[in-house]
T-cell receptor, first 110, second 116 residues
Framework: KNEVEQSPQNLTAQEGEFITINCSYS?????LHWLQQHPGGGIVSLFM???GKKKHGRLIATINIQEKHSSLHITASHPRDSAVYICAVRSRHNTDKLIFGTGTRLQVFP | DTGVSQDPRHKITKRGQNVTFRCDPISEHNRLYWYRQTLGQGPEFLTYFQNEAQLEKSRLLSDRFSAERPKGSFSTLEIQRTEQGDSAMYLC??????????????FGPGTRLTVL
């Protein structure tokens, strides 16, 4: 079992829909990242959080430390949101390396 | 552009050849990380540096792989005697680690390696 699991693996939506991507992890963490990866490979950091909730534009990220679960929400989705969204955690145990999920491929159709 | 840069962006090589990739971190960042991503998978950790010191290496980093950060600024990742299984995207990230920072990692565009 992977230490970081994401669901769903693939997601299609119509423009304007509300989207939720889930991330569960099994290790103790000091922080969790949500990352966006477009075709061509470049990774952009969307959020880094260790508790509660963060919002940036149409994106909202939440984390529940007790349940070891995080969600990324996209409100009013748009075709330009089409990308792979990756959850990554930073272990609490004296290391800075990130452990990544396999990603959720999102396609938003007009 | 003051972000993380990587060179080259693409590399095609024949099996058995050596390749070297370069990463230039954000200028004030003291930590630099290398990750590898194969098709359809999330990235996997390879190694990271604090300044010039290599602090951690993954078991994925076989003897054919070596990484350096000689002056605590740019880093190189060399793969000797490349194999087809080395074909992947090699990602570099950097961060500012310190008592009062959140140590967020920022990623470069990656180097895509294809071994024929």
């Amino acid at each position: 079992k992977n230490e970081v699991e994401q669901s769903p693996q693939n997601l299609t939506a119509q423009e304007g829909e509300f989207i939720t991507i889930n991330c569960s992890y099994s290790v103790g963490i000091s922080a969790l990242h949500w990352l966006q990866q477009h075709p061509g490979g470049g990774i952009v950091s969307l959020f880094m959080l260790s508790s509660g909730k963060k919002k940036h534009g149409r994106l909202i990220a939440t984390i529940n430390i007790q349940e070891k679960h995080s969600s990324l929400h996209i409100t009013a989705s748009h075709p330009r949101d089409s990308a792979v969204y990756i959850c990554a955690v930073r272990s609490r145990h004296n290391t800075d390396k990130l452990i990544f999920g396999t990603g959720t491929r999102l396609q938003v159709f007009p | 552009d003051t972000g993380v840069s990587q060179d080259p962006r693409h590399k095609i090589t024949k099996r058995g050849q050596n390749v070297t990739f370069r990463c230039d971190p954000i200028s004030e960042h003291n930590r630099l990380y290398w990750y590898r991503q194969t098709l359809g998978q999330g990235p996997e950790f390879l190694t990271y540096f604090q300044n010039e010191a290599q602090l951690e290496k993954s078991r994925l980093l076989s003897d054919r792989f070596s990484a350096e950060r000689p002056k605590g600024s740019f880093s190189t990742l060399e793969i000797q005697r490349t194999e087809q299984g080395d074909s992947a995207m090699y990602l570099c990230a950097s961060s500012l680690a310190g008592r009062w920072t959140d140590n967020e990692q920022f990623f470069g565009p990656g180097t895509r390696l294809t071994v024929l």
